[in-house]
């Protein structure tokens, strides 16, 4: 059985990210950028399904610039086995990611295709619903555990308020929650082989062309800062205040 | 134009996301219908159609639908999408799972978590965790919607919007529902409450958490929340959450105990009308946000701000 694992190149999760003073963006010139958390924990789950010998391979798929090889080598280096990079520098909608990634399922044909439920820049939690719908394959998001069989894969997912249990036929598409491994580091040893491990550099045009965006930036700006308010002495003074100065008791 | 807004409900009641979410499809037009899409929601009916503002309420019924199977609730909404011109959804779990997917078989852009409604066509999100805005325009001529319901006022009551059932569509043929944990808590709802009393890894363990936090909690009518690393440490369950991972809330009031104040905790609650923080470290970065900050232990605060409460009657 093959797993496709869609990665994407982000801000690192520990960067604070700053707008640009033009409004055109978040500026990203000298950030680090890791591979997006969410992304790291399905690369993680995609290689604990081949240990247990249900996968016999793990193909991680990315779409950006060049540099996203990073990204791709850092997958192969945790163990997935091969890698596609689709070499881009536009910014694509989920929409646009989820066609492509549709054009990459269909011609490597994986029996599940394994994704963060969402990217830490955009937060739109969108692509995997997409490629879902776009491919007709069921899809179960915000897991937080997989059992995967011949046929069939059950997922327990993260929902408000508790969690849901979902059975779906193969193919499939899963989204990864934060809960449902905690992603291994490379070794040294896995670093050194990853950098044999294949990486095929396609165009989007190789997979059927970027469609038209459906979305323009107007622009992007800093949210209202808070400000810090006054220290109080003790509880009292804080039950006060809060009932006099502020009203919300 | 016209606007379907599909109702945030557990089949026995609607929830106040609704309300919200009507707020902002009224900002879109005058014409706003409500999809009420689940088993037995006569009384879920019944509650919407007396939302303010709202011309008709539409109800599908099926078991698929009961259990808000993403596929299922899709393959109702796309067809009535013939009639409108944009669908504005409550983004719970619910809503972000079967959203996008109406987006994609409308071959439209995906809009999640909006903020803010500034033309028919342009909308304000939160993108890198709340640490940026991004006002974007659609170039669709039908819009999807996910709607952030802490950034609108509730709709009021007050009318009486006639109720008619729908086609429920044909369920979900690959995927099939196993069974459900939900948690049952008489306390309000955390996304929703007007007070949120939130813990962090200073409480240590879990009981310590429920002997501490709870008991605030209850007594000020509020939903409990909880920092990541306190849910990481298993102090407290997934769902409690504040944070970019986890809910978004927005009360009028947030009392933050024990909680540092990771960005990505901030990223939850820096919205909150008033925030509180208790913390014994005077630099957390929680007082940078907070309105008011006692710097103290939990373990002698919270037992004098109990007391400190029935002194002032509440």
Redesign the interface.
């Known amino acids: 059985m093959k797993v496709l694992v869609p990665v994407k190149r982000v801000i690192d999760y520990n960067v604070k990210a700053r707008v640009k003073s033009d409004q055109s963006g978040v500026d990203l010139a000298n950030v680090k950028m890791s591979m997006n958390p969410f992304c790291e924990i399905a690369v993680e789950e995609a290689i604990r399904l081949k240990e247990k010998g249900a996968v016999e391979e793990i193909i991680a798929v990315s779409i950006g610039p060049i540099q996203a090889q990073e990204t791709i080598r850092t997958a192969l280096a945790m163990g997935a086995d091969r890698g596609i990079l689709i070499q881009t520098d536009a910014d694509p909608e989920p929409l646009q990611v989820a066609k492509l990634l549709k054009a990459v399922a269909l011609a490597e044909g994986p029996s599940l295709i394994l994704m963060g439920k969402q990217a830490i820049d955009g937060d739109n939690s969108a692509v995997g619903q997409m490629l879902s719908a776009l491919l007709d394959w069921p899809q179960a998001t915000f897991a937080s555990k997989i059992e995967l069989t011949a046929s069939n894969v059950r997922v327990t997912r993260e929902v408000d308020g508790g969690l849901q249990t979902l059975e779906l036929d193969l193919p499939a598409v899963v989204t990864a929650d934060l809960r449902l491994n905690e992603p291994r580091y490379a070794s040294l040893p896995n670093i050194m082989k990853a950098k044999k491990k294949e990486i095929a550099i396609k165009t989007v045009d190789d997979y059927g062309g970027l469609s038209a965006p459906h979305l323009a930036i107007v622009k992007v700006t800093e949210p209202a800062k808070r400000v810090a308010g006054v220290k109080v002495e003790n509880a009292a003074e804080l039950v006060t205040k809060l009932k006099i100065e502020a009203g919300v008791l | 134009m016209a606007v379907l807004v599909v109702a945030d409900h ?1 089949n026995a009641s609607l929830k106040d996301n609704t309300h919200k979410t009507v707020t902002a499809a009224l900002a879109l037009s005058g014409v706003v219908d409500v999809l009420v899409a689940g088993q037995g929601v006569a009384a879920v009916a019944a509650h919407a159609a007396k939302i303010t503002g709202v011309r008709k309420v539409l109800t599908a019924e099926s078991d698929a639908l009961g ?1 808000q ?3 299922a609730v ?1 393959a109702c909404v796309l067809p009535l999408m013939a009639d409108y011109d944009a669908v504005l959804v409550p983004a ?3 809503g ?6 109406v ?3 409308l ?7 909006i903020v803010e409604v500034v033309d028919v066509n ?1 909308f304000v ?16 001529t039908k819009k999807v919607i996910t709607v952030r319901a802490t950034a609108f006022k509730a709709a009021d009551e007050g009318g009486s919007a006639p109720i008619s059932a729908v086609d429920a569509g044909p369920g ?1 043929a ?10 049952k808590s008489d306390r309000p ?1 955390l ?1 929703g409450a007007k ?1 949120v009393v939130s813990g962090g890894r200073a409480m240590g363990s879990a009981e310590e958490f429920h002997r501490v936090i709870e008991p605030l909690a209850d007594k ?1 009518g509020a939903a409990v929340g909880a920092s ?1 690393a306190a849910v990481d440490a298993g102090y407290a369950p ?2 409690y959450q504040v944070g ?2 986890g ?1 978004v809330v927005a009360p ?2 947030y009392i933050a105990i024990g909680i540092s104040g990771a ?1 990505q905790h901030l990223a939850g609650m ?1 919205d909150s ?4 923080a208790i913390n014994k470290d005077a630099d957390a970065p929680i ?10 232990d939990y373990k002698t ?1 919270v037992p ?2 109990m ?3 029935t ?2 009657g ?1």
């Open positions: 557990d259990k199977v993403a596929e899709a719970t779990s619910v972000k799972n079967f959203t996008p997917r987006a994609a078989l071959d439209v852009a995906a809009i999640s978590e342009t999100r939160a993108i890198y965790a709340g640490n940026a805005l991004e006002t974007i325009k659609s170039s669709d979900a690959k995927s099939r529902f196993v069974s459900d944990e939900i948690v709802e996304a007070i000020l990541r997934n769902d970019q991972t809910k009028q009031l960005i820096k009308k008033v925030i509180v007082f940078q946000v907070a309105d008011y900050g006692l710097v103290s605060a004098e701000l007391a400190a409460l002194a002032a509440v």
